[in-house]
């Protein structure tokens, strides 16, 4: 059965077909539909079996329950058979073991039986697969089901048009199959295509029918007939019985437009606006119908086409160009205001996307088989197939391969098109003598159009003249590089017109073996002039004296191979006759003629073209036609080799097809030159096809026939497999010759970049299919032939323009060269020169170009490439015909690594380069700086290898000579931050060397590399590309271990053990590779294998010993050094956690992070769960969770993120900050101010752009980068620039945000979780986020900015589960570790309360801590609601309504009072409590606003928790010289920590301000809380003097005090110590200590004397 629209099925049995409709009943039945009956239907599940009730009457299906037949119930893998096969088992008894999760299993037998195997033991089983049948002891006590043979019903009308028969009726019908099927509805497959082509026929053949409309329109006006006045109905029919009556004219117009005006008319008649209403609802349809056909049938064909394709596309849209779990969370959350309904639908839809593919390709195939396509093409059209053709992913290429081919054919002229223009020519030549003719005939020569499918046809034309004029147009269109030096018309004996030529080889063909040029020649550089039909072509060209022969070449028409038998002696009769005549010419070219004197040419040297008209009723077939023309030249061999020809070209023809041609060589035996296939021979020197000798080419078919493309395949002598597989695509350019520069210049720009997009066009087309999917290294070749004024440099920047524009599609088309050809005069009256243009793109990310013109070796007459520029390029000195070369070993490890969409490992240095560069233009477009600063030079590098003794050096050495999967390399980047550079260690995996496993000398290599990092404390830089811990097995044992079976004859009963033969063991057994025990068996000794350890290392269990070696030395390297990763392709296992370890992560968008991979995991689970790597560890799934900071489209982009991550960090550990330049400035104020309502706290720090208008944020504009985005988004946190100045950001999300959990699909239970997370509150994983946040900005020594905006944390069931105290717990561990300054700062209308405070509070870390809060700020325990429920309590409220409110006080006294009656007590009471009432919401208010007034920042201050309150608009320029300020600090706290590390922070900062007051005086002391006046003194080169001075007589007096000490705690070493000293003095250093000591004793005598 299969859905076929939401309502309907297809079911097929035995043979047998039925079309019903079901529709759901409320009560959980439904109502079947077919035959013209309908059916009520009613099922029930039962223990046994399913209960249907079919129109009152019920039927029993029992459920299929075969005990014979013994499943696997669950995925696994057996293990051993219990019992033999064919043995009796009991019911109950296990009789095999299967293995699942890792879990032993039996499986039992259901009854008593004789058992037959069907699986061998150690099969991977699947739910479901048989394990074997029981032959049951006692058969009769099983009931088996028996399959239904007979047929489904059949009625009457089975047609497929239920619904009506009238062509608008089936036109609908057959419209709405096709829109199910687009919505992903199908038919059985058997069924499909043919039901689908029959679709699409009708469609096509209802939609070009003219009573289309009219039917339409008949239906509409019965439906509403008598509703509608008659005489505007009878209007209308009148308008439709004329158009009725003129339907098969070729005028007939549907006349809609007559139809609408009928209908406007009368309304506007309609004076009573209901009224009018009421005609406008019910002539709707009429309106929506002549809309539809407002262009007529075929703009109504075109419009349901669009229709059609349209929906195609915003289906596919969503799962183009990335993996399908990607796609689909980006579908739901484009789609998430949506019914999810609608989500489902589209997945629907693409669930059936290979026959949707189909129909797409259906329709544009009927498209072209119905009309000009160029007609069809609208502009929504066109719009609509550029969309299909830029789909990307493998299931989508025959779709966007059928489109871009729809596409380039649509914008060619049409075949009629051409053929009347040229023929128009040729008649006006034929009966005037007009120079506009036979410059027209020079137009035909030159132009670009393609002209080889029109002209056959003209062979044939009634008019002679026409025939002899298209066959000459022919052949000097295809000559035109060739020296002619004779045309002639000639007629055959039955009157077949004939073409004569007589030319030479250019001096740069091949084949010709070149001498001096002679003078004549080199005067003349130009192209042969084209001369009219009725010129004297005596005249025509020049001779070459290079010491070739002269050629003959002939070419005519025939009407068949019959044809041309009969007129065979007649062509050959030329030749013969030529042949008498060689050495002789023309009589007007005699006299420079019979000056060369010519030897009879060693081998053939003459052409012949034959043109073979098919009749048009024959069907084109290639290989009937070669067969065909292959019979004939192997008849006619002997004749042909007589008279000297060297090659037969066959041209067959059929009217309004592209022709085939067939080429047949002397050199080849007459056999066909399959290259030349389909290809006028005569062009292959100006494609330069001997080019490609080193290649097995083979032509491809274009839609574009001035395009040619092969394929081709290096050639190998050794048989090994060739990988070397590229396309040429190559284009001859032609035009007339320029005389100016602005029209050289136009038509270059024009021209070029038009054969680029369609030699990209052609080539993706051919890249779509999957047979070369695997081809690399293409090339581009284009040869323009006209001369064009232009200066080369301004040629050279044009083609980098080109490249730039298109060099992503030439990237991911993988063009590795293109070339262009072009003869260039540098003004009107320079002389011609050749010119050729290279560009390589090797790598990809790095584009050279160069210029090279072509210069002639005097002694072998050879041409080779000589550079144009100063500088020589790679080709300079290579031979101008010198062939392709096939690709080397590096371009081969780089089409590896490219076909797994990742970098070759060695082209990231080049990358690097790049990015280094596009990161200063970057700097100098950002602070408007001068070009002038970029460096010459932006990165150095050396290769970190590992010695033979493991020692870790540096080499330059060849890309590609690694011996290991991990590369290293130390660079230095000339960065804008540090232009005299900055040194970085980069470790990367060669995902081409075992693919990028971790092996032991891989792990060597990253541990070396990484503690050289740490040891400079430099930043280490990870390029992960891997695939895990390296997984091995010993070949060498492999290739020699036997089996002993249980029983040889029967494999499937398993094995007892490996072993090994003496011989083999004795071969081995020196080399400890393997543990075995000598045993006997089967009469034989075995030595029994009881352990493999392998001869070599690194294959085992040794690798994990490794990873978790580089494990460790990278959590270390985290706490040392700036670490950070890029991750892209896939990174596996260890290389997964070392990503996580270096913490910092970048995440390529089609990269994976994973442990195990999806084809391992569904192995296990036993089932097609996961259907790719990346659903598992994804950027979907790892940005998301926290694991990926940043995610990139590509390599480039990735590498260019982290020079913009480097730009933050310091050169190296405790290195000073990055400063910038302030190119915003520090004393602006901030304009974007926050508010109560949420915001986006981006704008806060970043600024935004409202209205037009920039608003200002905190930080310098522009400098904002954000990290973790997707992951806990209640915080954000990221980097920035204050003045320059590189910090830290942590701020609040005041909006709700979504957190979404997804589903697992191993779980069927599970499903995607949205929960909604309120701004301004701590969840575990925002908590989590601060407190990681933290911790990378602490090891990048970032001052620390918290922009405090917490109500506090959440504290529900789900959140404490989720461990939030432990991640809240984490933000204060990271506070106390800071060591660099941090500010926590209440923004305007932010609050800090509770647990919130708490871990942000800077009691926490005092030393770098500070508070700051806006005046508008609010600090407290709770929120002043939750006092008010606390402390200010309904009693509380009402005392001070008693206490403040004249009334309530006074009813509150009077129902005190005694007396009075019961009545005024109470209306008293009454009234009291309608007084508290209205006054309780004002009160409650006040009471509010009462307790808010203790969270004031004024309060806060006055309590020493905050340092200053700071109003936002000036905070910028507060906190720039407060960060300055503390930077200055430390830095001077830590040479003072170098020099007495008993100090504290206190002692520190009271010295600094001792030392300001002593430089500034007392009276300006009040200025130490100045911070600009502290920067100032601290920057002050003098001050900055004093200030070393000072702490250098602190390091003496703490170096005196340890001695001190040291000397009174050990006084027996005090004298040693002393002498020891004193021996390493010098004389005068001993004298000064002797007076010293001297003195010393002087004053003591004088103390003891005073003292006695």
């Known amino acids: ?34 035959g013209g009956n309908s059916y009520t239907t009613h099922m029930k599940e039962e223990i046994t079996g399913y209960r249907v009730v079919i129109g009152g009457k019920t039927c029993i299906f029992e459920k299929d329950n075969d005990p014979t037949v013994i499943r696997s119930s669950s995925a696994g893998k057996l293990v051993r058979y219990l019992v033999s096969n064919g043995e009796h088992v009991d019911a109950g008894q296990p009789f095999a073991e299967i293995e699942v999760m890792k879990m032993i299993m039996p499986v039992i037998a259901p009854l008593s039986g004789a058992i037959n195997f069907e699986q061998n033991a150690g099969s991977i089983l699947n739910p479901g697969t048989i394990l074997g049948s029981l032959e049951l002891d006692d058969p009769s006590a099983v009931t088996k089901a028996e399959l239904f043979t007979g047929q489904l019903p059949e009625y009457t009308n089975s047609d497929h048009f239920s619904h009506g028969r009238k062509l608008h009726q089936i036109y609908r019908q057959t419209l709405t199959q096709l829109e199910n099927i687009m919505a992903g509805y199908t038919f ?28 339409e329109c008949e239906e509409l006006l019965a439906a509403i007939s008598g509703r509608i006045p008659s005489s505007v109905e009878y209007e209308i029919h009148s308008l ?88 689909v969370s980006r579908l739901k959350e484009e789609m998430k205001d949506e019914d999810i309904s609608q989500v489902l639908s589209v997945i629907f839809a693409h669930a059936n996307l290979e026959n949707k593919n189909l129909l797409v390709m259906k329709l544009l ?80 020569i030159t132009t670009s159009i393609m002209m080889f499918d029109v002209l056959p046809c003209l062979f044939y034309h009634n008019n002679t003249f026409v025939k002899q004029a298209a066959l000459e147009v022919y052949m000097r269109r295809s000559y035109i590089a060739y020296t002619i030096t004779n045309v002639t018309q000639l007629v055959l004996a039955d009157g077949t017109p004939m073409v004569e030529w007589k030319f030479y080889l250019p001096t740069s063909h091949p084949n010709v073996v070149a001498k001096a040029a002679s003078p004549a020649m080199k005067r003349s550089g130009t192209m042969p002039r084209i001369v009219s039909i009725s010129e004297d072509l005596a005249n025509f060209g020049r001779i070459q004296e290079n010491g070739q022969h002269e050629r003959l070449g002939v070419m005519t028409a025939f009407t068949s191979f019959d044809h041309l038998k009969d007129n065979f002696d007649g062509l050959m009769q030329r030749y013969a006759e030529y042949g008498q005549t060689q050495g002789s010419s023309s009589p007007s070219l005699s006299n420079e003629l019979n000056t060369i004197r010519e030897e009879k040419p060693s081998e053939p040297i003459h052409i012949i073209n034959i043109v073979i008209q098919h009749p048009s009723t024959y069907e084109m077939d290639q290989e009937n036609d070669l067969k065909m023309c292959a019979e004939f030249i192997a008849e006619k061999q002997g004749e042909l080799a007589e008279n000297g020809i060297r090659r037969v070209t066959f041209l067959t023809y059929k009217k309004g097809q592209y022709p085939f041609f067939f080429t047949f060589r002397h050199r080849l035996q007459w056999q066909e030159d399959s290259i030349y296939r389909h290809l006028e021979p005569a062009l292959a020197f100006q494609l330069e096809i001997h080019r490609l000798k080193n290649f097995n080419i083979r032509l491809l078919q274009t839609n574009n026939h001035i395009l040619h493309m092969y394929y081709g395949t290096a050639k190998s002598s050794t048989g090994s497999k060739v990988t070397d597989n590229r396309f040429f695509v190559r284009s001859i350019i032609r035009h007339a010759n320029f005389f100016t520069k602005e029209a050289s210049f136009d038509y270059m720009e024009r021209e070029g970049e038009k054969y680029l997009q369609e030699s990209l066009n052609e080539l993706e087309v051919a890249m779509s299919d999957p047979k070369y999917r695997k081809s690399d290294c293409n090339h581009i070749y284009l040869n323009f032939v006209p001369c064009m004024v232009i200066n080369p440099l301004i040629v050279k920047e044009k083609v980098k323009q080109f490249i730039e524009r298109y060099g992503k599609r030439l990237w991911k088309l993988r063009v590795l060269q293109a070339e262009l050809k072009m003869k260039l005069r540098e003004s009107a009256d320079a002389p011609e020169q050749s010119f050729r243009f290279f560009v390589n793109t090797e790598s990809g990310y790095s584009i050279d170009t160069s210029i090279y013109t072509a210069i002639e070796d005097p002694n072998s007459g050879i041409q080779y490439l000589s550079s144009f520029e100063e500088v020589q390029g790679p080709m300079h000195g290579i031979a101008v015909n010198a062939p392709y070369l096939t690709r080397d070993f590096l371009q081969q490890k780089r089409c590896s690594a490219q076909l797994l969409e990742t970098t070759y490992v060695y082209d990231f240095p080049v990358m690097f380069r790049e990015a280094c560069k596009m990161h200063w233009h970057h700097h100098i477009r950002q602070h408007s700086l001068p070009k002038s600063v970029i460096p010459k030079e932006f990165v150095r590098f050396t290769e970190l290898v590992l010695d033979k003794h493991d020692n870790l050096i540096e080499i330059h050495r060849v890309p590609g000579q690694n011996d290991t999967g991990m590369i290293a390399w130390k660079m230095t980047l000339f960065v804008p931050e540090y232009p005299e550079g900055r040194d970085v260690i980069v470790i990367a995996n060669d995902i081409t060397y075992k693919v990028g496993t971790f092996g032991l000398r891989e792990d060597k290599l990253f541990m070396k590399a990484s503690e050289l990092s740490r040891a400079h404390r430099i930043p280490r830089i990870y390029l992960s590309v891997n695939s895990g811990a390296r997984i091995g097995l010993d070949d060498e044992i492999k290739s020699m271990f036997k089996v002993a079976w249980q029983d040889s004859t029967h494999p499937d009963k398993g094995f007892k053990y490996l072993y090994l033969t003496p011989a083999d063991y004795k071969t081995i057994s020196s080399k400890n590779s393997v543990q075995a025990e000598l045993i006997e068996d089967e009469g034989e000794s075995r030595y029994k294998i009881t352990t493999i350890i392998g001869e070599k290392d690194g294959i085992g269990v040794e690798n994990l010993q490794g990873s978790g070696m580089i494990a460790g030395e990278t959590s270390r390297a985290y706490d040392d050094v700036f670490t950070i990763s890029l991750v892209t392709c896939r990174s ?25 991979g999806a084809a391992a995991l569904n192995m296990v689970l036993g089932r097609q769960v996961y259907t790719s790597n990346t659903q598992l560890g994804g950027t979907q799934i790892m940005y998301n969770n926290g694991v990926s900071h940043h995610t990139v489209k590509d390599d480039f982009t990735g590498v260019l993120k982290i020079f913009e991550w480097l730009s933050y960090v310091p050169r190296h550990k405790g290195a000073p900050l990055p400063i910038g330049p302030q190119t915003d400035p520090i004393s602006r104020p901030i304009e974007f101010r926050p508010s109560k309502q949420p915001y986006d706290p981006r704008h806060m720090v970043a600024g935004v752009q409202v209205d037009g208008t920039w608003m200002s944020g905190f930080f310098d504009k522009d400098s904002w980068v954000e990290c973790l985005n997707n992951w806990a988004k209640t915080v954000v946190c990221g980097r920035a620039r204050l003045g320059g100045i590189p910090m830290g950001v942590i701020c609040v999300e005041t909006r709700t945000v979504e957190c979404e959990e997804p589903a697992d699909p191993a779980d069927l239970d599970t499903e995607t979780k ?46 404490l589960y989720g461990e939030i105290l432990k991640y809240g717990s984490y933000i204060v561990d990271g506070l106390v570790e800071y060591k660099q300054p941090v500010f926590v700062y209440i923004p305007p209308y932010g609050e800090l309360r509770g647990g919130a405070w708490v871990v942000v509070d800077t009691k926490i870390n005092p030393d770098v801590m500070e508070m700051f809060a806006d005046k508008d700020s609010r600090g407290g325990v709770l929120e002043p609601e939750g006092t008010v429920a606390m402390q200010f309590k309904q009693r509380d409220i009402v005392q001070t309504m008693k206490r403040i409110d004249p009334l309530y006080k006074n009813l509150f006294s009077k129902i005190g009072e005694e007396g009075g009656s019961h009545e005024e007590r109470k209306k008293n009471v009454t009234d009291l409590r309608n007084r508290e009432a209205y006054l309780m919401p004002s009160y409650h208010m006040i009471s509010t606003t009462f307790a808010d007034l203790h969270d004031t920042p004024q309060r806060m201050m006055a309590k020493g928790v905050i340092q200053e309150i700071i109003d936002w608009r000036t905070a910028r320029e507060f906190f720039f010289w407060k960060v300055r300020r503390r930077m200055l600090e430390s830095e001077v706290e830590k040479k003072l920590t170098l020099a007495n590390d008993k100090l504290n922070h206190g002692q520190m900062i009271s010295m600094l301000r001792r030392w300001f007051i002593e430089a500034k005086g007392a009276v300006q002391n009040y200025l130490w809380d100045d911070h600009r006046a502290v920067v100032e003194w601290m920057s002050d080169p003098e001050e900055q003097q004093s200030i070393q001075d000072n702490i250098k007589l602190i390091e003496r007096d703490a170096l005196i005090q340890r001695i001190d000490s040291l000397a009174s705690t050990n006084e027996d070493l005090s004298l040693e110590a002393v002498v020891s000293l004193l021996q390493k003095m010098n004389p005068r250093q001993q004298g000064e200590v002797k007076k010293l000591l001297e003195s010393t004793a002087v004053i003591e005598d004088t103390k003891s004397s005073e003292e006695e």
């Not at 049995?13 to 039945?29: A, I, P």
């Not at 260890?1134 to 994973?1154: A, E, F, K, P, T």
């Not at 407190?1331 to 917490?1350: M, S, Y």
């Open 1 to 34: 059965a299969a859905q076929t629209s939401p309502n309907s099925y297809h079911l097929a049995l035995n043979n047998s077909t039925l079309e019903v409709d079901l529709h759901r009943l409320n009560d959980g039945g439904h109502l079947v539909i077919f």
């Open 1314 to 1359: 949205t929960t909604q997370q309120p701004g301004q509150v701590w969840f575990p994983d925002s908590a989590y986020k601060t407190a990681q946040a933290i911790k990378d900005f602490n090891r990048e020594e970032l001052p620390l900015i918290i922009f405090a905006n917490w109500r506090g944390f959440s504290g529900g069931v789900r959140d």
């Open 188 to 215: 059985p497959d058997e069924h499909f295509v043919k039901i689908l082509e029959n679709s699409v026929k009708m469609l096509y053949s209802t939609l070009k029918n003219p009573s289309l409309p009219l039917y």
């Open 1132 to 1156: 596996v296992g260890i290389g997964s956690y070392l990503v996580r370890l270096g913490q910092r992560v970048i995440q390529v968008d089609n990269s994976c992070i994973i442990l195990t």
């Open 365 to 444: 195939d009927e498209v072209t088989k119905n009309g000009n396509k160029m007609s069809m093409l609208t502009d929504e059209l066109k719009s609509i197939l550029e969309d299909l053709a830029s789909l990307t992913g493998p299931e989508y290429h025959k779709v966007s391969l059928k489109a871009r081919q729809f596409l380039i054919t649509a914008h060619q002229p049409s075949y009629e098109m051409r053929y009347n223009q040229i023929e128009s020519i040729f008649l006006a030549a034929a009966n005037t003598e007009d120079h506009m003719c036979q410059a027209k005939y020079h137009q035909l």
């Open 240 to 327: 439709l019985s004329h158009y009725s009556n003129h339907l098969n004219s070729i005028v007939a117009q549907f006349p809609g437009q007559s139809i609408a005006s009928v209908l406007d008319n009368h309304a506007a008649s309609i004076e009573n606006k209901q009224e009018r209403d009421a005609f406008y609802m019910q002539t709707q349809g009429i309106t929506d119908l002549v809309i539809r056909y407002r262009k007529g049938v075929k703009g109504h064909l075109k419009s349901v086409l669009y229709k059609i394709l349209r929906t195609y596309l915003n289906h596919e849209n969503y799962f183009a160009g990335g993996p399908y779990d990607k796609c």
